[in-house]
Every structure is written in structure tokens, then in C-alpha cells.
């Protein structure tokens, strides 16, 4: 039992803080383990700001080790093009190129800016990869936590709006035609690494797996005899529990919550989820988890629908051809009618609002 709930607390649908350590080192487990698959595989290693997990389950013994190599190699071949804190990387460099000129790129960066685009023009804009345009909120610097005024933030709001990436597919190229807009892929990049990986997994012959970065995952195939479950993060349960559980399989699953980056200054909270329309952080929700076919998609929706709250970002999400928990500013839940297989194990733990 024990074995199991670790391994169900390594599928919470939540994002960890800096500091979080991995549930357990690489581990090997045959004859059934946990998971009642033949073989099963774990392990955690951190990229991309985040602890990335895998769990591999097979019918017979195998390498797992090369597999998890491989798919732990492709998240750091995509954070060394995506990254804002790596200099080189393709991203930077479209940023420092920002108002002068286009950059060339991989196929791989065109793929998710993209896809980044896609999901601004269906959410109006409630998903933009410019809102590190304003550079006015720091969540991760106890030293920086200070709360721009409005006036601040409205000097900066120009600069943020998707249309300024201009993107050139037949050149594969990108330009952002603002001198003072910088794109940031935080909101999408981890998705999309999660279904390379997972197409790195099946390339090797596996169905049976679990790919996490953060509050991002993709569950292949089946855990053993029964779908995997993954555990739905309660956001102000200190400890880091979850209130509900669910069962998926060949889904992806992305949770957006206000617990996951924040501060709070003289009783309120201010989180990294920003509302474009305004500039900071978005009142609506405390969390929205979303399921659909793809880890980007995932990731890419979950993100207006937390800014639109609970009922209009269930309709968004439907509307989208996807599933989602919503819990709102008020601790209310709403939940798509998609997903029955949802067990609540007790309600959200009430407490402070965003």
C-alpha cells in the first residue's frame, strides 16, 4: 500500500516548488511491484526548472535504464532551444532580436511557437507568451516579491500581445516586431518536451509509461491490469495532497494553480499566472486541471481556462474538445461531465482566496 501511494503522489497533477526533491531515486522492480507490470521503472532527474519523472512499465525485463536516458536527453536537447535562461538558446536569441530582425530556427521551436500561437487566437488572448514582456513580477527571488503599482504595469502592458511574434513558416523563422517584447515559453515549453519524450518512448517499443515535468504528464497505455491514476492537487493543502483522483489512459493531464509560484504581501496572494488583460496575476481560480489528447494542449489550455474561473473555463475547455477540473476563487469545483471516472476524496481544503 505504501509503494502505491508513492507512486500515485509521483502522478499529482501539480508543479513543485524550488527546493522539492524527487519521491525516490531510480528504481528497478520486477516480478509485479506496485504497478503489477512484470518489469516497472522509476525515476526523477531535474530539467527545466522542474523535476521531470518517468515510469516505465513493461511485459518482460528490459534496459529501462537506456530508455529513461533517452527520454531525460530529449528534455535537455528541447530545454537548450526553448530556455530563457540559457543565452544561446533559440529563444533568446529571438528575444535579443526583438524590433531588428528575424531568427532562424529549428523545426522544433517553429512546432511550439506555433502552437503557442494557436492557443492565443482560441482564447482571445488569455494565452500569451509575451507576458514576460512586463518583467515587473518576480516569484521565484524572496528579494524581488514586491507588487508593481498600477501605473507600472500599465506602462508596460503595450508590449505584450501574441500578434507582435510574427512567425514565417515557409522560412522558418521568427520575428517580434516590438523592441520591448520578450517571449517566454514557461507556459507551454514543458507540454511540449513531455510529448517528445513520449514519442522518444514509443519510438523504443514502449505503450505501458507515466512522462511528468511539473503539473504537466502524458499517461501511456495502462498501469499493469487497470489505467493509471493520477491524483488532482488540493491548493491549500500545505502538505501537498490532492482531493481527487482519476484514472487515465493515452491522455494528457496539466494542472495550473495559484500555489505553485507565489508570494504573499500584506494578506494577499500573487501568483505567476498573469491575466494579459491586465497585467497581473488572475483572480479567478485556485486551480484548473485539464485533459485532453497532447501534454501541449494540455499545458496550453489549462492556462485560460484558470484566467476565465471555473464556468466559463469548463465551456473554454469543452469548447476545445477537452476535459477540466476547475476549482474557483470561492473553493467552488466544477467539473466537466467528461470525466466520470473522477473520485473526490474529500472537498478542497478551504483557507485563504487568491
Known amino acids: 500500500m505504501k509503494r502505491w501511494l508513492a507512486a500515485l503522489l509521483l502522478l499529482a497533477g501539480c508543479a513543485h516548488r524550488a527546493g522539492w526533491t524527487p519521491p525516490k531515486p531510480a528504481e528497478q522492480l520486477v516480478g509485479g511491484g506496485p504497478s503489477g507490470c512484470v518489469a516497472y521503472f522509476e525515476d526523477s532527474r531535474p530539467v527545466m526548472g522542474t523535476w521531470v519523472s518517468v515510469q ?11 530508455d529513461a536516458d533517452a527520454a531525460f536527453a530529449e528534455f535537455q536537447r528541447l530545454d537548450a532551444l526553448l530556455s530563457v535562461w540559457k543565452p544561446q538558446s533559440e529563444i533568446s536569441q529571438l528575444n535579443r532580436a526583438a524590433g ?10 517553429l512546432e511550439v511557437l ?13 494565452f500569451d507568451i509575451t507576458f514576460a514582456s ?29 500578434r507582435h511574434v510574427v512567425l514565417d513558416s515557409a522560412k522558418r523563422t521568427a520575428f517580434i516586431d516590438e523592441a520591448g517584447t520578450r517571449v517566454d515559453l514557461g507556459g507551454v515549453g514543458k507540454g511540449f518536451a513531455v510529448d517528445k519524450a ?37 491548493p491549500r493543502d500545505e502538505t501537498g495532497g490532492f482531493f481527487a483522483v482519476l484514472p487515465v489512459e493515452n491522455a494528457a493531464f496539466s494542472t495550473s494553480g495559484d500555489y505553485e509560484r507565489f508570494f504573499i504581501k500584506d494578506g494577499k ?13 488572475a483572480t479567478a481560480s485556485r486551480s484548473a486541471t485539464v485533459l485532453t489528447r497532447t501534454a501541449t494542449e494540455a499545458e496550453g489550455l489549462s492556462k485560460p481556462v484558470f484566467i476565465l474561473g471555473p464556468d ?12 477540466a477540473i476547475v476549482i474557483g476563487a470561492d473553493n467552488r469545483v466544477v467539473v ?6 473522477l473520485r473526490t476524496l474529500h472537498p478542497p481544503t478551504a483557507g485563504e482566496g487568491p
Not at 513493461?58 to 535504464?65: G, I
Not at 512522462?211 to 488532482?232: F, N, Q, S, T
Open 134 to 162: 512586463l518583467g515587473l513580477w518576480h516569484f521565484d527571488e524572496d528579494l524581488k516579491a514586491q507588487v508593481p503599482t498600477p501605473e507600472q504595469v500599465k506602462a508596460r502592458l503595450g508590449r505584450v500581445g501574441w
Open 312 to 323: 466559463a473555463g469548463a465551456a473554454f475547455a469543452l469548447a476545445q474538445g477537452a476535459q
Open 100 to 109: 531588428s530582425r528575424p531568427v532562424s530556427l529549428s523545426a522544433e521551436t
Open 56 to 66: 516505465l512499465c513493461a511485459n518482460a525485463p528490459r534496459d529501462f535504464e537506456a
Open 198 to 234: 513520449v514519442a522518444v518512448l514509443r519510438a523504443r517499443g514502449l505503450s505501458d509509461f507515466v512522462v511528468k515535468a511539473g503539473g504537466d504528464l502524458y499517461c501511456a497505455g495502462r498501469h499493469g491490469a487497470r489505467a493509471w491514476r493520477i491524483g488532482v492537487r488540493d
Open 269 to 281: 496572494r500573487y501568483h505567476h499566472i498573469i491575466d494579459p488583460r491586465t497585467g497581473f496575476p
Open 114 to 126: 506555433q502552437a503557442a500561437q494557436r492557443f492565443s487566437a482560441a482564447s482571445n488572448g488569455l
Open 336 to 341: 466537466t461531465p467528461g470525466l466520470a471516472g
